[in-house]
């Protein structure tokens, strides 16, 4: 193959892997400046969230073998995965996690750690509640949504379910997200986070859960970016002069 045949061959591919890639390398640009000029506190949003008192170290508590027994009598339980001491709107409340089959069917009873008394998963007033004390700003409630599925373009996506969504009236539309099972807030989302999580989602080229790097789409343009930078290379030495 002569040198001018080859030359247009070459300037003809780089010229095409250019245009497809380019679009997608200003994705990556444009992600990359946002992500390194943001602060992530305020992605995260935890200027918004209000500092919670522990509870005194003089509080009575309840044997917590006495709780699991009273979850025995209403339920089979082969396995213990977790307990702990938690707070609800200032009271000290254990949270057992246990299952019947080990890693499956996981489930979630809440007790008031005083008086040993299993209690219900949380209602929608108390979620709104627990929602406004975590929340640092004043604000008035916009919405509040029980959730029990969600998908992978969720922003409350593989979280803990069922939860309400409580979304304020602020400036930056926040939505505390609170576990109706677990008695606890998990995300706080704001506008910061949801443009974050767009830009991550050009990002990683995963546009069906947006968090998987591993793709194959992903990949793909990143060999044709090889592709790209070593037709450009053989195009300079073969354009050049002696």
Do not use: C
Not at 154 to 178: C, D, G, I, K, W
Not at 213 to 236: C, E, H, K, M, Y
Request: positive net charge.
């Amino acid at each position: 193959m002569r040198k001018g045949e080859l030359q247009r061959k070459v300037r003809k591919t780089h010229r095409w892997l250019g245009v497809i890639l380019g679009i997608q390398f200003l994705f990556w640009t444009i992600g990359g400046l946002y992500f390194s000029w943001s602060n992530m506190d305020e992605v995260h949003g935890d200027h918004h969230k209000t500092h919670i008192h522990p509870l005194t170290g003089n509080i009575s508590l309840v044997n917590p073998q006495d709780i699991l027994t009273k979850i025995k009598q209403k339920d089979t339980v082969n396995f213990v995965l977790g307990m702990q001491l938690i707070q609800i709107l200032e009271k000290p409340i254990y949270q057992f996690i246990y299952s019947k089959e080990h890693d499956r069917g996981k489930k979630i009873q809440l007790a008031d750690a005083q008086t040993g008394i299993l209690r219900p998963n949380l209602s929608k007033k108390e979620a709104v509640e627990i929602a406004q004390k975590n929340f640092l700003d004043d604000a008035k409630i916009q919405q509040v949504e029980y959730l029990t599925t969600t998908n992978g373009h969720h922003e409350y996506r593989e979280q803990p379910l069922p939860a309400y969504a409580v979304t304020f009236a602020h400036p930056s539309n926040t939505t505390v997200y609170v576990s109706s099972e677990l008695g606890t807030v998990q995300k706080f989302r704001n506008n910061k986070w949801r443009i974050f999580d767009f830009l991550w989602m050009l990002h990683t080229m995963d546009y069906q859960g947006r968090d998987n790097i591993s793709n194959w789409l992903l990949r793909a343009f990143s060999i044709f970016g090889l592709f790209t930078l070593s037709s450009g290379f053989v195009l300079f030495f073969l354009s050049r002069k002696k």
